[in-house]
């Protein structure tokens, strides 16, 4: 089972700052198998980011995501009053999902 | 409109048991692999159980194996996950999650959860 581990726990910034949230994997994610989902406070999560980079439909593109093997980003390039939210990498592609712990951005 | 609608939550003495239903609109439900994930209060989240587009392969995560069981309805577009043996630590929000799906002859399996439930909340405790 790949093991996500989220940094920084806690991000404080302000609207228009960017964000850099970064997930490690404990081994190689084969096929770039890492998601980023969006959570609002007492909302479902929301898929933002497929295959590492790819977004999902609707997602705007001021998000963005990188990465391969063990380490990848989810980069929010101009934060939005609605982008606070924690956000939780996904490894998928086995019978295995497991979901990092999580990245919190809140308002600075 | 594509929706996931949970259902079936509730307070349930430890030891006790529930059962959760997913509704599914909008989409094939016979062609998507689904699971569900669950969300302890103030936690992250954790997936419980996966089940094939035709339900003959089923995981579950080790925390929940041979006390739930996944299982689905094709004919009612309906998942379902009975729970066993409920203990504390089950307390969380339990959220439907659509998965993989197949077009064709080509399966495109265990992909990332593109459609979430709004949850359902179960609390064991006495």
């Not at chain 2, 089940?51 to 041979?66: F, L, P, Q």
Request: charged letters at 15%.
């Amino acid at each position: 089972e790949i093991v996500l581990t989220q940094s920084p726990g806690t991000l404080s910034l302000s609207p228009g700052e960017r964000a850099t949230l970064s997930c490690r994997a404990s081994q190689s994610v084969s096929s770039s198998y890492l998601a980023w989902h969006q959570q609002k406070p007492g909302q479902a999560p929301r898929l933002l980011i497929y295959g590492a980079s790819s977004r999902a439909t609707g997602i705007p593109d001021r998000f963005s995501g990188s990465g391969s093997g063990t380490d990848f980003t989810l980069t929010i390039s101009r934060l939005e009053p609605e982008d606070f939210a924690v956000y939780y990498c996904q490894h998928y592609g086995t019978s295995r999902f497991t979901f990092g712990g999580g990245t919190k951005v809140e308002i600075k | 409109e594509v929706q996931l609608v949970e259902s079936g939550g509730g307070l349930v003495q430890p030891g006790g048991s529930l059962r959760l239903s997913c509704a599914v609109s909008g989409f094939t439900f016979s062609d998507y692999e689904m699971n569900w994930v669950r969300q302890a209060p103030g936690k992250g989240l954790e997936w419980v159980s996966y089940i094939s587009s035709s339900g003959s392969t089923i995981y579950y995560a080790d925390s929940v194996k041979g006390r739930f069981t996944i299982s689905r309805d094709n004919a009612k577009n309906s998942l379902y996950l009975q729970m066993n043996s409920l203990r504390a630590e089950d307390t969380a929000v339990y959220y439907c999650g659509r998965g993989g799906y197949c077009t064709g002859s080509i399966c495109y399996s265990f992909n990332a959860f593109d459609i979430w439930g709004q949850g359902t909340m179960v609390t064991a405790s006495s």
